[in-house]
């Protein structure tokens, strides 16, 4: 039988409610306290808030990392981050709600559900379909009726903040919860052939310059998909599309995110997905997964906001420090001494509660692996900037300079390289990735998993040349057809 674990910001407050729970502080959590990762938790994530980057989203994020099973999951609270995301589901079910709310005489209603539960009987109905597609400990709805009811307002609520009142009745349901079936919810399909990559031609540092969107286009007519090149200003019409191909650079907390939020909620087959969006994007998550499953990656610790910076320190000097979610070596600095570390530390600390302190691995030049589908498409050195330490420089004036480059056909690669990049990447899932590596004397590391990786015309495709491009296009049609197959269509 799986054990259960409730994090909340402090136990103390909780363990008149909660006595025979195993209760454990957001902060002891992300620390790894009294747990080991290898066994099988469900976790009940109680912080306060789950605002993108604070504790409470961590605990979710590190929790997926550790194979834990938690509630709510980072994709929920992320849902649930922006009514522009959640409206999505709502909108359907606007549909249902003059039914459910038919006695109703008020033009206003706000209610808060437990786990799934709602203390109005007459709502009950309301509250389970909601859980199904946000499944949070606390939601709190609000509804209002103008020509008809529609609901306003979903919120996380604030779970540990409520008083007395509110935490008995939140026992009650935690305590039958625990003994349900944790559910996914399910995904629709489609059955056509058009094609949106979604670019931003204003982006200097785009995933695939120019004419290597036009390869695409060009592999697209090859294999009978029509391919048409969209802006973040055709998020309105995104359905009007099949699939998907997100050719800019993603981050969570941004348009990109919910251009795949959307696609996936429309049926559409989308690389990436917002689950690849969600665990390559940010460090922390992908230091822990790498760590928990045991690939060589660089000596890596999480320090918190507010904590001695001695575990960074006892990796030696010059020391890495990373903020969770940059690219394109944004975010990334090397600190000389300790004056400079806890320089940096201070300003990152600004941007997010935790940070990444990472052993400095020197190398002329960094592999990267692309990968769709489960297998390698190509192999790339990318060597250092001149006099510096990446790859990219970023100068003060925006501008950046970029080392030379270097393409191997996969079977010229090492075969380590080739291996454990597959390996790392299978832990993301199936779309396409860049699995950037060191290799060194000690073996191959890999640094991270990035989950849109450059396409550009005269590097990554040298050696597959419009292989490259016909090759990733013909996913998108694999997918689609084992769509239609499963439609019946095919």
């Known amino acids: 039988m799986n054990r259960h674990i409730v994090v909340v910001d402090q136990p103390s407050e909780w363990s008149d409610y909660l006595?025979?729970?195993?209760?454990?502080s957001a902060r002891d959590y992300i620390a790894?306290?009294?747990?080991?990762?290898?066994?099988?938790?469900?976790?009940?994530n109680l912080c306060r808030s789950y605002r993108y980057l604070g504790l409470g989203y961590y605990v979710s994020l590190l929790a997926e990392a550790r194979r834990h099973r938690v509630i709510p999951s980072v994709r929920t609270m992320l849902d649930l981050s922006r009514k522009t995301i959640y409206q999505l589901v709502t909108e359907e079910l606007d549909e249902d709600l003059a039914k459910h709310l038919k006695r109703r005489d008020e033009d206003q209603i706000e209610f808060t559900m437990y786990f799934g539960y709602a203390q109005q009987q007459d709502l009950q109905p309301l509250a389970n379909t909601l859980f199904e597609r946000f499944p949070a400990p606390v939601l709190r709805i609000k509804l209002r009726r103008g020509d008809k009811w529609q609901i306003h307002k979903i919120d996380t609520g604030g779970s540990?903040?409520?008083s007395g009142i509110e935490r008995a009745p939140l026992t009650e349901a935690l305590n039958s919860?625990?003994?349900?079936?944790?559910?996914n919810p399910k995904t629709p399909a489609v059955s056509r052939y058009d094609l949106a990559i979604l670019h931003n031609p204003e982006d200097a540092l785009s995933p695939s310059n120019p004419k290597a969107l036009r390869a695409f286009v060009k592999a697209g007519k090859k294999l009978g998909v029509d391919v048409d090149l969209i802006t973040?200003?055709?998020y309105p019409h995104i359905a009007e599309w099949d699939a998907l191909f997100i050719r800019e650079t993603t981050s969570v907390n941004h348009h990109?995110?919910?251009?795949?939020?959307?696609?996936?909620?429309?049926?559409?087959?989308v690389i990436d997905d917002p689950t690849s969006i969600l665990r390559c994007t940010?460090?922390?998550?992908?230091?822990?997964?790498?760590?928990?499953?045991?690939?060589?990656?660089?000596?890596t610790v999480v320090i918190q906001r507010n904590r001695p910076l001695e575990d960074a320190e006892k990796l030696g000097y010059p020391v890495v420090l990373k903020i969770p979610d940059g690219a394109f070596s944004l975010g990334v600095y090397k600190a000389k001494n300790p004056s400079e570390l806890k320089e940096i530390a201070a300003r990152l600390f600004k941007q997010s509660d935790l940070i990444l302190a990472q052993e400095f691995l020197p190398s002329e030049f960094d592999w990267r692996v692309g990968i769709i589908g489960g297998k390698p498409l190509f192999a790339c050195q990318y060597f250092m900037s001149r006099g510096h330490w990446q790859i990219y420089k970023h100068q003060a004036d925006g501008k950046y300079l970029e080392g030379k480059s270097t393409t191997l056909a996969v079977e010229d690669t090492p075969n380590e390289v080739i291996q454990t990049a597959l390996k790392a990447s299978r832990l993301i899932g199936d779309g396409f990735y860049g699995v950037d590596l060191k290799q060194t004397d000690k073996g191959v590391f890999v640094i991270e998993v990035n989950d849109n990786?450059?396409?550009d015309v005269g590097v990554e495709d040298l050696v597959l040349k419009d292989r490259l491009y016909e090759t990733i296009i013909g996913e998108f049609v694999t997918r689609l057809d084992q769509q239609m197959e499963k439609s019946g269509l095919g």
């Open 19 to 24: 006595p025979e729970h195993m209760l454990l």
């Open 32 to 44: 790894g306290k009294s747990i080991a990762t290898h066994q099988t938790f469900k976790v009940i």
């Open 160 to 162: 540990n903040g409520g």
């Open 177 to 183: 919860y625990l003994g349900k079936r944790w559910r």
């Open 232 to 234: 973040r200003r055709d």
């Open 256 to 269: 990109t995110f919910r251009f795949a939020k959307r696609a996936e909620s429309e049926g559409m087959v």
């Open 282 to 299: 940010n460090k922390v998550y992908l230091a822990e997964l790498l760590r928990t499953h045991r690939i060589n990656a660089p000596t």
């Open 453 to 455: 990786p450059n396409i």
